[in-house]
């Protein structure tokens, strides 16, 4: 399998805005859920946003408000929108897809993954 890739990540202070992209375009499949998830070392792996073919999204508590998913079919690529940082925030991004579900994304079940990039948001 071909990882996904992820680009955007980068450095900002609280209050910031970033925005993140994945091309999906290594995926060989026409319909399936493309979800964020961000690790802090020595911290489990925490779903973030999920995105169906139908375009239905899916948010954990924690950026509800701050972070919009949404994919562009054309482009192959999957994009977080991420406003109002927060230090808490500050973690490793991967992307991942999941071609067994194309609708109602869960934060389970993901098998191509991206190497990660990094957020840092700075108080």
């Known amino acids: 399998q071909v990882p996904l890739e992820e680009s955007g990540g980068g450095s900002v202070q609280s209050g910031g805005s970033l925005t993140l992209s994945c091309d999906v375009s290594t995926v060989p499949y026409a319909s399936y859920c493309v979800a964020w998830f961000r690790q802090v070392a020595g911290q489990q792996r925490e779903g973030v946003a999920a995105?169906?073919?139908?375009?239905?999204?899916t948010y954990a508590d924690s950026v509800k408000g701050r972070f919009t998913v949404t994919r562009d079919a054309a482009r192959n690529t999957v994009y977080l929108q991420m406003n109002n940082l927060e230090p808490e925030d500050t973690a490793i991004y991967y992307c991942?897809?999941?071609?067994?579900?194309?609708?109602?994304?869960?934060?389970?079940?993901?098998?191509?993954w991206g190497q990660g990039t990094q957020v840092n948001v700075s108080s």
């Open positions: 995105i169906d073919s139908s375009g239905a999204t």
């Open positions: 991942a897809a999941d071609p067994t579900r194309a609708q109602t994304c869960t934060f389970s079940g993901f098998q191509y």
